[in-house]
């Protein structure tokens, strides 16, 4: 775990690839985690909780990152599985209730994010944007 | 009482601009012409299009939210202000022979139930098609006249059903805020649509040829960055070519 954070914050992402259990690993996004490493900075890590049980963990875990000069928080509670003594991602899920990444929809009224000065309903469009 | 429409295009160029909704096959076919983007429009189960999205299985339900659906497209995303690449100086398809089958099938809308086309034939402001009683028939009795294209393209729409639902549901597994939007915009009286990216549709469906799907893709979002440059109320648009150009190059290796 705490490995695999670590690779996200210098950007080794091979390390973060080659720890995925069989079941996730094609569903890994590398082109986007590529881009992501070098637009966030990660700022820390909370391990909140620990459940291990022979080969199988639970971790149930808190990062703090900034992006776009917004503060981000992700909190996963994430399997891992151990395989030939080496520890593997095996899934997680994502808190919905906290803010993973934000959404941008500005308020027609509320200034223009592009810094025009001009309200967002007289400058850029409202398209949602994600992922 | 029914009534026969009338309907035949001018080529005044006038639909030629913004997003262009696309078949998978076309929208990956054209991966060296149009910024290619997924796009999700949350469905509320009394809409008009929703028992037919639903029927042709082109939408996924939202869990935990009942009477709730969101149909996505694979899309050339395109800020309404500018033209498609392929319109040529004279306003005429540069492309007219190997066009999208949304553009053949225009302004017919196979993702609407057949009884319901009427209404898109009406042109929009700005457009100049001829509606005049000496253009030719095109709809009677609550049925296309000449259907060869939009049965086409609702084919194209039914066989790349499970597909776009196998990215719609590794989209909503991965991106837990993704349901709540949806059905915050839904309750909206004009909801939004929900931009997502070619790298994870890729990802998402496996495509085994994705570095070449991103080679074709880089130098359009090059292109689509420049031409957004500088422009205030272009810059959403902007930064979101810059991202994905960012992802297809490292898909592409170059």
Same mark, same amino acid.
């Given at each position: 775990?705490?490995?695999?954070?670590?690779?996200?914050?210098?950007?080794?992402?091979?390390?973060?690839?080659?720890?995925?259990?069989?079941?996730?690993?094609?569903?890994?996004?590398?082109?986007?985690?590529?881009?992501?490493?070098?637009?966030?900075?990660?700022?820390?890590?909370?391990?909140?909780?620990?459940?291990?049980?022979?080969?199988?963990?639970?971790?149930?875990?808190?990062?703090?990152?900034?992006?776009?000069?917004?503060?981000?928080?992700?909190?996963?509670?994430?399997?891992?599985?151990?395989?030939?003594?080496?520890?593997?991602?095996?899934?997680?899920?994502?808190?919905?209730?906290?803010?993973?990444?934000?959404?941008?929809?500005?308020?027609?009224?509320?200034?223009?994010?592009?810094?025009?000065?001009?309200?967002?309903?007289?400058?850029?469009?409202?398209?949602?944007?994600?992922? | 009482?029914?009534?026969?429409?009338?309907?035949?295009?001018?080529?005044?160029?006038?639909?030629?601009?913004?997003?262009?909704?696309?078949?998978?096959?076309?929208?990956?076919?054209?991966?060296?012409?149009?910024?290619?983007?997924?796009?999700?429009?949350?469905?509320?189960?009394?809409?008009?299009?929703?028992?037919?999205?639903?029927?042709?299985?082109?939408?996924?339900?939202?869990?935990?939210?009942?009477?709730?659906?969101?149909?996505?497209?694979?899309?050339?995303?395109?800020?309404?202000?500018?033209?498609?690449?392929?319109?040529?100086?004279?306003?005429?398809?540069?492309?007219?022979?190997?066009?999208?089958?949304?553009?053949?099938?225009?302004?017919?809308?196979?993702?609407?139930?057949?009884?319901?086309?009427?209404?898109?034939?009406?042109?929009?402001?700005?457009?100049?098609?001829?509606?005049?009683?000496?253009?030719?028939?095109?709809?009677?009795?609550?049925?296309? &006249?000449? *259907? +060869?294209?939009?049965?086409?393209?609702?084919?194209? /729409? =039914?066989?790349? !059903?499970?597909?776009?639902?196998?990215? $719609?549901?590794?989209?909503?597994?991965?991106?837990?805020?993704?349901?709540?939007?949806?059905?915050?915009?839904?309750?909206?009286?004009?909801?939004?649509?929900?931009?997502?990216?070619?790298?994870?549709?890729?990802?998402?469906?496996?495509?085994?040829?994705?570095?070449? &799907?991103? *080679? +074709?893709?880089?130098?359009?979002?090059?292109?689509? /960055? =420049?031409?957004? !440059?500088?422009?205030?109320?272009?810059? $959403?648009?902007?930064?979101?070519?810059?991202?994905?150009?960012?992802?297809?190059?490292?898909?592409?290796?170059?």
């Amino acid at each position: 775990m705490r490995s695999r954070y670590t690779a996200y914050v210098v950007g080794a992402l091979d390390h973060v690839a080659a720890t995925h259990a069989e079941e996730v690993r094609d569903d890994f996004n590398r082109a986007e985690a590529e881009r992501l490493v070098r637009v966030c900075q990660f700022q820390e890590l909370d391990i909140r909780k620990v459940v291990e049980n022979g080969d199988c963990a639970q971790i149930d875990f808190m990062i703090r990152f900034r992006r776009d000069n917004k503060d981000m928080i992700q909190v996963e509670l994430a399997e891992f599985r151990r395989e030939n003594g080496r520890w593997l991602y095996a899934g997680g899920k994502l808190s919905a209730q906290v803010s993973q990444r934000t959404v941008t929809r500005v308020g027609r009224n509320d200034p223009c994010p592009c810094g025009s000065g001009k309200k967002a309903k007289k400058c850029c469009g409202t398209a949602l944007h994600d992922a | 009482m029914s009534v026969s429409l009338h309907f035949a295009c001018t080529a005044c160029g006038q639909c030629c601009y913004g997003q262009l909704p696309l078949t998978l096959k076309d929208a990956l076919a054209h991966a060296g012409r149009f910024p290619l983007a997924l796009l999700w429009t949350p469905l509320r189960k009394g809409s008009k299009d929703f028992p037919l999205v639903s029927h042709l299985g082109v939408s996924v339900p939202l869990p935990k939210h009942a009477g709730l659906a969101a149909l996505v497209v694979p899309t050339s995303y395109i800020p309404p202000s500018m033209a498609c690449p392929a319109l040529g100086p004279d306003m005429l398809c540069t492309i007219h022979d190997e066009k999208p089958t949304r553009c053949k099938s225009m302004p017919f809308y196979p993702y609407r139930e057949e009884r319901y086309q009427a209404e898109l034939l009406k042109p929009r402001k700005g457009w100049e098609c001829d509606t005049s009683d000496t253009a030719p028939i095109v709809f009677s009795e609550h049925k296309i &006249i000449h *259907r +060869a294209d939009f049965d086409q393209e609702r084919r194209d /729409i =039914e066989e790349q !059903a499970p597909i776009m639902r196998m990215f $719609a549901n590794y989209l909503l597994k991965y991106n837990p805020l993704l349901m709540g939007t949806l059905a915050n915009e839904a309750s909206k009286p004009k909801p939004g649509q929900i931009v997502s990216s070619l790298s994870s549709f890729l990802t998402a469906t496996r495509n085994p040829k994705a570095r070449d &799907i991103a *080679r +074709a893709q880089a130098p359009v979002l090059a292109s689509f /960055i =420049e031409q957004t !440059a500088g422009q205030c109320e272009l810059q $959403a648009y902007h930064i979101q070519y810059l991202a994905w150009l960012d992802e297809m190059e490292y898909l592409a290796g170059i």
